[in-house]
């Protein structure tokens, strides 16, 4: 499974854009990312999925540059709901589990 | 469509007694996965099961810990005699699929936090 780094923590505001972005050097041909929000008290939940250029859904935009070696997490304007860890993954058909890392935690103020 | 199903929500026990935690997966999924969370950390992969089958049990702690998906019935976690570093938060996720690159393939419970006191 490739590794990912991704910011450990970050703040911002409401009505703010936010980005995130993971890194992920090692990526495989097919290999996927994906990204998953946790709130407090609850498991995690899949925001979006991309292969590569950009995915687009209506939670979050997902922006995959050529080489894939990192990928950026958009939140339009967030609201205070949006605290939250965001995990980025990367993985293919051939990983029969997921493996996550520490995530990042955002922290929307208001 | 309920969605994946853990109970208790909460538990506590004392330490030396016996933890089990259920799980119900989403109805057509076959694939269960459980996950431990510290407080403050991330999600640590313990154990993946098919029905009556442990596929990869290769995050599961060697002694006190067991894992069972049976053929009729709720995959279940087991934790015999429990210390207070079982405290934690205990999820479990299923998928109708084998791999990742499937999208939006896990859902995930609301977990159940152990308490060891």
């Known amino acids: 499974l490739a590794k990912t780094t991704q910011p450990i923590s970050m703040d911002s505001y409401e009505g703010q854009e936010v980005n995130i972005t993971c890194s992920h050097n090692n990526i495989a041909t097919n290999d996927y990312i994906t990204w998953y929000q946790q709130f407090p008290s609850q498991g995690p939940r899949f925001i979006i999925q991309?292969?590569?250029t950009k995915v687009t859904n209506e939670v979050a935009s997902l922006f995959i540059p050529a080489d894939r070696k990192s990928s950026t997490l958009s939140l339009p304007r967030v609201s205070l709901s949006d605290t939250a860890v965001y995990y980025c993954l990367v993985g293919g058909d051939r990983d029969d589990k997921i493996i996550f890392g520490k995530g990042t935690r955002l922290h929307i103020l208001p | 469509n309920a969605g994946v199903m853990q109970n208790p929500r909460h538990l506590v026990r004392r330490r030396g007694q016996e933890a089990r935690l259920r799980c119900s997966p989403m109805?057509?999924?076959?694939?269960v996965y459980w996950y431990r969370q510290l407080p403050e950390e991330g999600l640590k992969f313990m154990v993946y099961l098919q029905k009556e089958n442990i596929i990869d049990e290769s995050g599961m702690p060697k002694e006190r810990f067991s894992a069972e998906f049976p053929k009729e019935g709720p995959s279940i976690l087991r934790i015999q005699q429990v210390v207070r570093g079982d405290s934690a938060a205990y999820f479990c996720?299923?998928?109708?699929?084998?791999?990742?690159?499937?999208?939006?393939?896990?859902?995930f419970g609301s977990g159940t936090r152990l308490t060891v006191v």
């Open positions: 991309g292969y590569k």
């Open positions: 996720a299923s998928s109708p699929y084998l791999g990742q690159g499937v999208a939006e393939g896990y859902t």
């Open positions: 109805k057509g999924h076959s694939h």
